[in-house]
C-alpha cells in the first residue's frame, strides 16, 4: 500500500491550491483520511480530517479557508487551500487508516510531503 501525493507549489498569498493523495495497491477498505503540514523547527500538526462517511474535521487556523474531501470510487483525498497566507508554508503529508490484506485492523500510512510556499 502507497500514498502518492501531488499538488505543492509555489502560491503568492491570497491564491490557492488543490493537493492530492491517491492510495494504491491491495486496499479492502479506507477508514479516515487526512493532512498534515510541518513547517521547519516545527511539530508535525493535523490540517483536517474526513471520515469513511464524509465527516470533516479543521484545525482552527485554516477553518473557512482549506476544505478537505475525498472520493471513495478513486482511493483519493483532496485538501482545496483558498486564501493561502505565508504562515501555510510547510510540507503537507496526507495520512489515511487502511485496511490491508491478511488483518482486521486498519493500519497509519502516510504520504510523502508535498511542498507548499506561499510568497507574501
Known amino acids: 500500500v502507497q500514498l502518492q501525493a501531488s499538488g505543492g507549489g509555489l502560491v503568492q498569498a491570497g491564491g490557492s491550491l488543490r493537493l492530492s493523495c491517491t492510495a494504491s495497491g491491495t486496499i479492502r477498505g479506507i477508514d479516515f483520511m487526512a493532512w498534515y503540514r510541518q513547517a521547519p523547527g516545527t511539530e508535525r500538526e493535523l490540517v483536517a480530517l474526513?471520515?469513511?462517511?464524509?465527516?470533516?474535521n479543521y484545525a482552527d487556523s485554516v477553518k473557512g479557508r482549506f476544505t478537505i474531501s475525498r472520493d471513495n470510487a478513486k482511493n483519493t483525498v483532496y485538501l482545496q487551500m483558498n486564501n493561502l497566507k505565508p504562515d501555510d508554508a510547510a510540507a503537507y503529508y496526507c495520512k489515511a487508516h487502511i485496511l490491508p490484506p491478511g488483518t482486521n485492523v486498519f493500519r497509519p500510512y502516510w504520504g510523502q510531503g508535498t511542498l507548499v510556499t506561499v510568497s507574501s
Open positions: 474526513i471520515t469513511s462517511s464524509g465527516n470533516t
